[in-house]
């Protein structure tokens, strides 16, 4: 059965389209390898992976290990997000302590604390707009956007009503002080490599 034939079949049963449809029919699809696939308000995007980005995700998994265990530190791992349609797979997830899987087996938004997004610059409007908006939606306390292109960070915190309350940025080599956050460190960005395509 081709992903054509599934969305045939879904619309003679009158079924919904869900999150969980949508995945199916990435999984019957070919996916080139290095290629990261996310669901962001319906739409489906498909962003290839640069070594700078893996780089950068890598650097920020390593220091977040300081004080977040293995098992609480995911990359490129689906989380839904409030708003329409918003099935994630953020660069970097750090879990709240406790935090468990639902009935689907799945991460819950409710027990993210931190996420950074590294720009791509085929999606970089997502990561600006309406995924920002759907982290503030489910009160995530730290957004860091990273973007190798213009060699700078911004940090978003004091998620309410749906939007971050408090916002700050800087070129790499400035420091991000995450010590009045549920992170509680501070991550030195002086080494984030810079992408010149």
């Known amino acids: 059965m081709t992903v054509l034939d599934d969305r045939i079949a879904m619309a003679d049963s009158g079924d919904e389209l869900t999150l969980d449809v949508m995945f199916e ?21 498909r962003a290839p992976q640069r070594d700078t980005h893996w780089d950068i995700i890598l650097d920020l998994v390593e220091q977040l290990r300081a004080t977040y265990p293995r098992r609480r530190v995911k990359s490129d791992v689906r989380i839904d997000y409030p708003g329409r349609l918003n099935g994630f797979a953020s660069d970097v997830t750090a879990l709240a302590d406790g935090a468990e899987k639902d009935e689907k087996g799945r991460w819950t938004h409710q027990d993210v604390e931190f996420v950074a997004e590294v720009i ?73 490599p810079r992408d010149r395509d």
């Open 120 to 192: 791509s610059k085929d999606t970089a409007a997502n990561d600006y707009g309406p995924k920002k908006t759907a982290y503030a939606l489910a009160e995530v306390p730290v957004y860091l956007i990273v973007d190798p292109y213009t060699a700078r960070w911004h940090l978003h915190t004091l998620p309410k009503d749906g939007e971050y309350h408090a916002e700050a940025a800087f070129g790499f080599g400035h420091d991000i002080d995450l010590t009045g956050t549920p992170v509680g460190l501070v991550l030195r960005t002086g080494e984030l």
């Open 25 to 45: 029919w990435l999984e019957k699809m070919p996916v080139p390898e290095g290629y990261k696939t996310e669901i962001v308000g319906g739409h489906i995007f």
